[in-house]
């Protein structure tokens, strides 16, 4: 097997654009997927950065983890919501199985890493970070080493939801920039086995410019001047790849390149909770004149069954009696509800009248197990093309304005992933099968380690899918 195993990691990463559309435009890329194996990874359910990035390199799923999104209910109180960070991730990670393995492990920006933790290794914090004046390295001393080689460390973009797309480019760029330089550092002058790094950037660039690059997009303008903003900045993390490859021997490293999920053009929003009051599920004690966050309006509980959150999926709750303090549905009825409300929501049509794909996930249904408190549904829909929106002020279900902020896209539940192995050369093979908790088990199989018993995925190895 492999001496060492290298991953880059770009968020977001979509393939049917990169192996499709940009491959030639990709040189260092092109060259591993012509001795490699590559294609789709399937993201999990809901395919977001939080946790998805977790599940692949713990090979379990949201569940498991506990990690339903950025944002999770601490308690069963209506406003007990807390963003999810690296300290709710309990199960192992693949670089804390190596380490028990006496194996060295160098992370720069994987997602779920902040605050940082002990590991074998070296660790960069991830996009999560608060800002540099939080601690975010493992050693802490690792820190002053960077600010004195490199500069000041970017954790991510700072301000990405505005409408100065060439502010917005110009920050993805520094930090991009400065991301690489501290990985080249690290693994230049760190012992490593392992080494990771997730660059942010991809996902930034895609929910700004979006609708300038792609056709499909509804307010796509064919030669608008940021049209190529995207391939270019492909470009540059090719370049990135090409520099960062010279550090480490072909003949003895094993290479992926891998995102978390993909990107998508993004139709409209759903407005899920102007959706329920029109169902009579949701009541507030006075509807406000403007566009409003569900959080800063008053709910009436004791007529209100369910209400709802938004983002790239819809999160739905259920006022229970006996779980929520004010429930109005009664526990004995709750599974039926459930159910009910589901086939409801999963025949929402457009505002043309067009049935929309959408499917309502029930998590004891979805996952292995669940840990700590789910959401009651997890709503995907139209496969993505539209997203949540959790406001309320527009008497409309439809809305096709972010209420967050400027976002051109949608996350998309096919990432990618290339394996390059030098002891199995594979002449690009394409394989779309594969699942991102099929990473996990890869590493710790290239770098000849037990893989535990409880992961969900199967090494790309094991599979026979790289063989002599």
Avoid at 219 to 238: A, Q, R, S, T
Avoid at 272 to 278: P, R
Avoid at 335 to 360: C, H, M, P, S, V
């Amino acid at each position: 097997m492999a001496k060492k195993v290298l991953i880059i990691g770009w968020d977001c990463a979509p393939p049917d654009w990169v192996f499709d559309k940009w491959i030639d435009n990709l040189p260092t890329l092109k060259s591993l997927l012509k001795k490699g194996l590559y294609g789709n990874l399937r993201s999990t359910i809901p395919p977001i950065t939080v946790p998805a990035w977790q599940c692949m390199l713990t090979s379990k799923d949201p569940g498991q983890l506990g990690v339903y999104g950025f944002r999770n209910r601490k308690d069963y109180s209506y406003d007990g919501q807390y963003f999810s960070n690296g300290a709710d991730i309990l199960e192992p990670a693949v670089w804390d199985i190596l380490g028990k393995n006496n194996k060295k492990s160098i992370l720069v920006g994987v997602p779920q890493t902040y605050p940082p933790r002990e590991i074998n290794g070296h660790m960069v914090t991830c996009f999560l970070t608060p800002s540099i004046k939080s601690q975010y390295t493992y050693p802490n001393e690792l820190r002053d080493e960077i600010e004195k080689n490199i500069g000041e460390y970017i954790p991510d973009v700072k301000h990405f939801r505005t409408e100065d797309r060439d502010f917005i480019l110009k920050q993805i760029y520094e930090a991009t920039k400065t991301r690489f330089q501290t990985f080249r550092h690290l693994l230049k002058n760190k012992e490593w086995d392992f080494a990771m790094i997730v660059e942010m950037g991809t996902d930034r660039i895609h929910h700004s410019f979006w609708k300038f690059l792609d056709p499909s997009h509804p307010k796509y303008e064919k030669g608008n001047k940021y049209e190529n903003v995207i391939p270019e900045y492909y470009k540059y993390l090719d370049n990135e790849l090409a520099e960062t490859l010279k550090l480490v021997d072909l003949n003895e490293t094993s290479v992926m390149v891998v995102s978390d999920h993909g990107a998508k053009a993004m139709v409209g929003g759903i407005c899920i909770n102007e959706w329920l009051i029109k169902e009579g599920l949701l009541t507030l004690k006075e509807y406000p004149k403007t566009f409003t966050p569900i959080e800063k309006l008053q709910i009436d509980w004791a007529k209100t069954k369910v209400w709802g959150s938004g983002g790239y999926y819809a999160r739905i709750f259920l006022n229970v009696q006996g779980r929520e303090p004010n429930g109005q549905i009664p526990a004995n009825e709750y599974k039926k509800f459930r159910a009910e409300l589901k086939e409801k929501i999963e025949n929402i049509k457009d505002e043309q009248g067009r049935k929309l794909a959408t499917i309502a996930y029930i998590p004891e249904e979805t996952y292995k197990d669940v840990k700590r408190i789910p959401p009651d549904l997890i709503v995907i829909f139209d496969e993505l093309r539209w997203r949540s929106v959790g406001s309320v002020g527009i008497n409309s279900a439809y809305t096709y304005e972010n209420d967050t902020g400027p976002d051109d896209a949608n996350h998309a539940q096919e990432g990618m992933y290339l394996l390059y192995n030098p002891k199995h050369i594979l002449s690009g093979k394409r394989n779309d099968k594969q699942h991102l908790m099929d990473i996990a088990p890869t590493v710790l199989d290239l770098l000849d380690v037990n893989i535990p018993s409880d992961m969900q995925g199967k090494s790309l190895v094991e599979k026979n899918l790289v063989t002599q």
